[in-house]
């Protein structure tokens, strides 16, 4: 037990040894990867940030999407820039941003320079349909995986379900639906009975 | 100086465009009315072609404007004057966030936002579904990647060249 303990707390020592160019690097990767907004890029953080290199837990990679909401500028960045801080402070959070954005700048200078044709051709076409749909699936996965952690207890279901209804059928704001669920967290606990 | 004035309208898209990258659009929109850098016929095509290439949306964007109005420097100096304004705040919160991470109340809040949280998650996947969910075919697709993916804890990255191999192969 104690030596399993001990296994499992040896990544994170080795997260600081993280360089600033392999962050940089996997940045990119997870960028290249992320087709759609930043929603889109939520499962391959969770793939490579929390599982495979185990930079942070899935809890706070929700913290930061809640945050990442609110704050002024895109969700991909923000998020990026969170878990940058978190391994390295500053100089992370500049490499993991500019990770993030290093495939768009190559990718969409060439689309725009060269290959407009590119867009037009049948068989991107073909596969950017296919694309689309693989990532809703990805979404309801993700989602679904991170459900075990993220909804507790009958509150986190409750908030769960306002949240989605309200969305729903009023098409509020991502930044409303933040701060509801932020005041709603001040809503004291009817049920004494729950630890 | 067109670069500066670059520098100084994607700021301000970076500061003010709150919840992410379609958010973008209608400061976009505002640029091409103002400057002329982009027609609005452009920016639907910066739209198009922003979501179906990789990189978040949000930087695709900023990247095909600023190509457009000043070339490949055009787009370096938008993309990183859009991102400047979100790692200036999250420097700042980041480290509040450190200071406070034993804070009960702050914990109270960020585990109450979760739930929240995966539901604005799960709805823009619905939002996208609608588009792109539109017959049987579809929707069994999606079914089955979903499966696939249930079964197989691969890589996201498998999944997406999987699902561009399925559009090509079935006509999507």
């Known amino acids: 037990m104690y030596i399993k303990a001990y296994k499992k707390n040896a990544p994170s020592k080795k997260r600081n040894m993280i360089s600033l160019w392999k962050l940089y690097a996997l940045f990119f990767k997870m960028g290249l990867f992320t087709f759609g907004g930043g929603y889109a890029m939520l499962p391959i953080l969770k793939k490579e940030a929390v599982e495979k290199q185990k930079w942070l837990t899935e809890e706070e990679l929700l913290n930061y999407y809640s945050i990442g909401q609110c704050t002024p500028g895109i969700i991909a960045v923000n998020a990026a820039s969170f878990i940058g801080y978190k391994l390295h402070k500053l100089s992370g959070l500049v490499s993991a941003t500019l990770g993030v954005i290093s495939p768009s700048l190559i990718i969409i200078v060439l689309v725009a320079a060269l290959l407009r044709q590119y867009m037009d051709n049948q068989y991107v076409q073909w596969a950017f349909g296919g694309i689309r749909i693989g990532v809703i699936a990805l979404i309801i996965d993700t989602v679904w995986d991170m459900w075990q952690k993220g909804v507790k207890g009958i509150r986190g279901y409750i908030v769960f379900t306002a949240a989605a209804l309200l969305l729903w059928l009023f098409n509020l704001s991502a930044i409303t639906i933040v701060i509801l669920a932020a005041l709603a967290a001040f809503i004291p606990d009817l049920r004494r009975t729950q630890k | ?172």
């Not at chain 2, 500066?4 to 500061?15: N, Q, S, V």
């Not at chain 2, 505002?30 to 920016?43: C, I, M, Q, R, V």
Request: charge should be neutral.
């Open chain 2, 1 to 172: 100086m067109i670069y500066a004035l670059l520098f100084y309208e994607f700021f301000k898209i970076g500061l003010f465009a709150i919840g992410g990258g379609l958010v973008t659009v209608p400061f976009l929109f505002d640029l091409a009315e103002e400057y002329g850098w982009f027609t609005s016929g452009e920016l639907a095509d910066m739209i198009a072609v922003s979501q179906s290439t990789p990189g978040p949306v949000g930087i695709n964007m900023a990247t095909y404007a600023g190509y457009k109005t000043a070339g490949i420097c055009g787009a370096l100096a938008a993309t990183l004057s859009e991102v400047l304004p979100s790692m200036i705040v999250i420097y700042f919160i980041a480290q509040a966030l450190n200071k406070w991470q034993n804070n009960p109340n702050i914990n109270k809040i960020l585990s109450g936002l979760r739930p929240a949280v995966l539901a604005l998650i799960l709805f823009a996947g619905w939002s996208i579904a609608q588009e792109t969910i539109t017959d049987y075919k579809s929707l069994g697709i999606m079914l089955g990647l979903l499966v696939a993916m249930r079964l197989i804890k691969k890589s996201p990255i498998y999944f997406i060249a999987a699902s561009a191999i399925v559009g090509v192969i079935l006509h999507i």
